[in-house]
């Protein structure tokens, strides 16, 4: 373990396990000062204590709750705090502001730059924040920012309703809904972050405070236009959030194989021309491999036929193995979910967007990447957009820039064997070197990029992200974080004027 600062850790550690109650704050409630927040007071705070469970370097779960899913970046905070009501994350937000001590938010541990974890500072985890409230008349779901994808699914599928989620069921449902959130539902249901119709957070107020506010098309609307796409460790801690959620009582799933690569060309170009302006029922991703290639495809509400027929011009090239199967969502979900236990330890990846169709050129860009692939678990990933619902923003709008994108695609590279911290590290150089060489080959060809899939030392990040949203969004950070409590290498930093 590297070395901590001593001043530091002798702070977190000697802090007790009561709670504090902060001015105007109950449970559930909020203090809201005059100008509709208190961000911008210089109100003091009595001096708050930690709450909730609390990890600490001499704690015997310190490595378990410390590492996030890519192993690929280790880090060592003063103090873990795994919030298990709303008023701990008050607490744990205002001391670390009274401690001035560096703080980053964690829900799913799937940030893949590491950037929700921090050396010498404090991290607030909420992913043990998971009550979960469905109204199935209203077709509304509040839930605990500690869902992950899978959970929210499953309670979802329970009451035969949906929201569109990714599709890897361990990543925290608010990370993925906050940088906008897409997966095989996107075209029938739009983005995860179109679905959000309220949010509990807390953000920072006064001079060295904390207070939560209830968010939704009414109240705070910048912000929550904020939160559906760039919601993601910039403006606060969100708490729960509050979907619109449609009916959805059975999908079609079909998978189709073609060993190696040789129909590469016809099989992406197809896909690339058909699946993003097929029914809007029907999500599709395709994945190349260095050895095959593999077609995902969710129809609602539909039938093995309809599937076959809409999917018919993807397979007709060569002859794919295919099956498919009908079944609920929830239980069609968990059925393709890979353990991570199964999964390599590290991993790199790189996010684009695409407006027109790849050109040959292009295609035999990717074949020949991955023919040079630095391991059995790299990939090209793609999602279909194009027509959909995800072409309009919600009530109110929202931050995620990338809707009239014909599909959105990532190289991606994973290596090494978890719990086994150096068992990649002969590999991790040739994979990073792979990613950058595959990204640049293909930039005349793509544009922006997501940011829950960050690009780290992409020029102008900013907007690539948000495009020209950029600078509302700047404006809201002012307004709600002026002091830029919540940053990290690629956050919103406050308008200055």
């Known amino acids: 373990m590297r070395d901590l600062s001593r001043r530091d850790l002798l702070k977190a550690t000697a802090v007790g396990a009561g709670a504090v109650a902060l001015p105007g704050m109950m449970a559930g409630s909020s203090a809201i ?29 310190y490595a378990e709750a410390s590492i996030g899913w890519d192993e690929l970046f280790v880090h060592y905070p003063l103090v873990i705090v795994f919030a298990q009501e709303t008023r701990d994350v008050v607490n744990a937000l205002t001391w670390a502001r009274q401690n001035n001590v560096a703080l980053r938010v964690r829900s799913g541990r799937h940030s893949l730059e590491g950037w929700s974890n921090v050396d010498n500072g404090i991290v607030i985890d909420v992913s043990e924040l998971k009550e979960t409230h469905i109204d199935a008349a209203s077709r509304t779901a509040r839930v605990g920012a500690g869902l992950n994808q899978l959970e ?18 361990t990543v925290g449902l608010s990370g993925a809904t906050l940088g906008g959130g897409f997966g095989f539902l996107t075209r029938y249901l739009g983005m995860a972050c179109d679905n959000l119709v309220g949010a509990e957070i807390v953000v920072a107020s006064g001079a060295d405070g904390a207070e939560v506010l209830e968010v939704d098309p009414w109240k705070h609307p910048d912000l929550l236009w904020a939160l559906r796409g760039a919601g993601n460790g910039n403006f606060g801690i969100v708490t729960s959030l509050t979907y619109r959620v449609a009916p959805l009582k059975s999908v079609a799933y079909l998978q189709a194989t073609w060993e190696g690569l040789d129909d590469l060309h016809g099989v992406f170009d197809t896909w690339q021309r058909t699946a993003p302006f097929t ?77 027109e169709p790849f050109p040959e050129e292009a295609i035999s860009v990717i074949r020949a990447f991955m023919q040079d692939a630095p391991s059995d678990d790299s990939n090209f990933f ?13 009530f109110g709008g929202a931050a995620f820039p990338h809707r009239d ?14 719990g086994e911290p150096d068992s990649g590290d002969a590999i991790t150089p040739i994979a990073q070197t792979w990613i950058a060489e595959f990204s640049q080959a293909l930039r005349p060809y793509v544009n922006g990029a997501y940011v829950n899939v960050p690009n780290i030392g992409m020029a102008e990040w900013e907007t690539a992200y948000w495009g020209h949203n950029f600078d509302r969004l700047r404006r809201v950070k002012a307004k709600y974080d002026p002091h830029n409590v919540f940053q990290y290498e690629q956050s919103i930093p406050p308008a200055t004027h």
Request: proline share 8%.
């Open 152 to 169: 929210a699914v499953t309670a979802l599928g329970e009451y035969d309703l949906a929201a569109t989620t990714g599709t890897e069921g």
């Open 405 to 418: 994108a014909l599909f959105y695609s990532e190289p991606g590279a994973g290596w090494g064997t978890r």
């Open 33 to 61: 000062a005059a100008d509709g927040h208190g961000s911008s007071s210089g109100a003091k705070y009595p001096p708050a204590e930690l709450t909730g469970r609390i990890v600490r370097p001499q704690s015997p779960n």
């Open 279 to 355: 029914d809007p029922r029907l999500g599709s991703q395709l994945e190349v491999h260095p050895n095959e290639i593999l077609l995902f495809g969710v129809l609602a509400e539909g039938s093995e036929a309809e599937a076959r027929k809409l999917l018919a011009p993807i397979l007709s090239v060569g002859n794919p193995e295919v099956t498919v199967q009908i079944g609920g969502w929830g239980d069609t979900y968990a059925g393709f979910q890979i353990p991570t236990e199964d999964e390599p330890a590290n991993w790199k990846f790189f996010s684009q967007f695409t407006s």
């Open 382 to 394: 793609t999602q279909a957009f194009g027509t959909g619902a995800q072409r309009h923003e919600p």
